[in-house]
Every structure is written in C-alpha cells, then in structure tokens.
C-alpha cells in the first residue's frame, strides 16, 4: 500500500537541494531496478546522499554535484537500511562532465565507474538512455524517485516516487538567466507544489522507461519548477567517457 507523505516545502539557499517532494508516495518494491543509492563524503567529511542510475553493468549516472571522497553505489535496494537482494560496490573512478559549474550548475552530469560489473537479477537492471533526437515537451508528465527527505527532515529510508510535469522553458528562464533549455529540462508544476528533495539529486527523471533527465538543481524559491540536466543534450559525451571506461 502506497504511504502518502505531505512534505514541507523550504526555501534552499544551495541550488543543488532541490526542495522537498511535498506530495508523493512509496514506491512499489524493486519496480525501479536501475536505482542506485550513493554515499560519498564532502570537502568538511560530511556523509552525502545522492541517487543514481545503473546504465551499464559497470557505470552508473548521478549529478556532477554528487562528487565527493569514497563514493559507494548500493544496487537493488528498496529499504536501504535492510541488506536483501542489495550489492554494495565501491565507485574506481568519478568522471563528472568537464564544463560542470557548481556556481551556475550546468553541465551537471556524471559517470561512476564501479570497481567491478553489477550482478544483473529481477532487481538490479539497466535503464535505457534517450536517443539524440528525443525531447520530452511541456505537459509531459514524468516520474522521479529518490531517498529524500521526509516530513520531519529525516532522510527517508525507502525508495519514494513523484510524478513531476515538464514545463515550457521560458518559466525556468524567467527564475534563473544560468537555466539553459538547450541541456536543462524545467520541471514541475508550480501549481502542484511537487518537487524532488534533499537527498534525491542525480536520480533519473523517468518516461516511458526512459532516463531523459538528472535531478539537478532548485532556484531560490518555494515553488518548483526545478532545472534537470536533459540527457539528450549530452550523448555524445556519454558515449565518449563510456567507450573509455570500456573493460578490457
């Protein structure tokens, strides 16, 4: 049974936060099998959450802001306090896109090169990557999942899901001159309040089974839309970085 969480919403002086998920609800166990949970350390050696996603059996995809020390990607969990069905690996290498800004966050995209492949199974898989040409449009109705924060500020410990709808970009625009429609997708109806949160930056912004975008970054107000990074925009990075990080 889905959990219906009402969440607060806070306005965030770090653009990468996000804004809390007001509304959403608990995801159904292992139906997101790509999900990848991160743990990493920051400069003040604060322990950080981000999501991610398995996109080969060696690679997962996450927010050039999830950099950190000692990255490690949980595979396969639903609760992650909870160690059925999971993989525990630690991340070789962090190849966050060279133009990243963490000023403006643009360019916030990265790749985790895991120390060894992912065992694929009925709960841990890859997600597909859009095609050069495909872009989501104002009105579609996407979804996101993530291990935010909840209601009282605690970080939430199973996997909780919300469904965002894409916006024109001009609306973006208007709240940041940085928000660039070309490689951002602007997200989230102001109306609605729904938004992702703390904790769930660089999960993936899901279509029809489809990564099209990156939680990214908030803008200093109360009411989403968010900016995602639009994955289109960047395959041939990815497909660049991913042949270079190609095992032997």
């Known amino acids: 049974m889905f959990l219906l969480l009402l969440l ?19 995801a159904k166990p292992h139906s997101r099998p790509y999900m990848a949970f991160i743990n990493y350390y920051d400069s003040k050696s604060a322990k950080i959450r981000c999501g991610g996603f398995l996109v080969r059996e060696d690679i997962v995809m996450t927010a050039a ?11 396969g969990a639903h609760d992650i306090k909870k160690q059925e069905n999971t993989q525990h690996i ?4 962090s190849i966050p896109h060279q133009d ?7 360019n916030d995209i990265m790749l985790l090169k895991l120390k060894h492949k992912a065992q694929l199974n009925n709960v841990v898989q890859k997600i597909d990557l859009p095609k050069s040409q495909d872009w989501v449009k104002p009105g579609q109705v996407c979804t996101v999942a993530g291990w935010g924060t909840l209601v ?11 469904n965002l709808e894409v916006q024109k970009g001009h609306i973006c625009q208007e709240m940041s001159k940085d ?19 703390k904790g769930d930056s660089g999960g993936p912004f899901v279509c029809h089974n489809v990564a099209q975008g990156i939680v990214s970054r908030t803008f200093n107000t109360i009411k989403p839309p ?5 994955i289109s925009s960047f395959l ?6 991913m042949k270079l990080l190609q095992q032997p």
Do not use: M
Not at 65 to 75: A, S
Not at 236 to 241: C, D, G, H
């Open 8 to 26: 607060l919403v806070a306005v965030l002086p770090v653009s990468t936060e996000g804004g809390k998920i007001r509304w959403g609800t608990e």
């Open 65 to 75: 802001h999830c950099n950190g020390r000692n990255i490690t990607v949980t595979l």
């Open 90 to 93: 630690s991340v070789l290498k």
């Open 100 to 106: 990243f800004n963490g000023k403006t966050v643009v």
């Open 152 to 162: 009282n500020d605690s970080l939430s410990n199973t996997l909780q899901e919300v």
């Open 179 to 197: 928000y660039n429609n070309s490689i951002q997708i602007c997200v989230g109806n102001p109306k609605e309040k729904k938004a992702t949160g």
């Open 226 to 230: 968010r900016a995602f990074t639009r």
């Open 236 to 241: 041939p990075w990815i497909q660049e970085k």
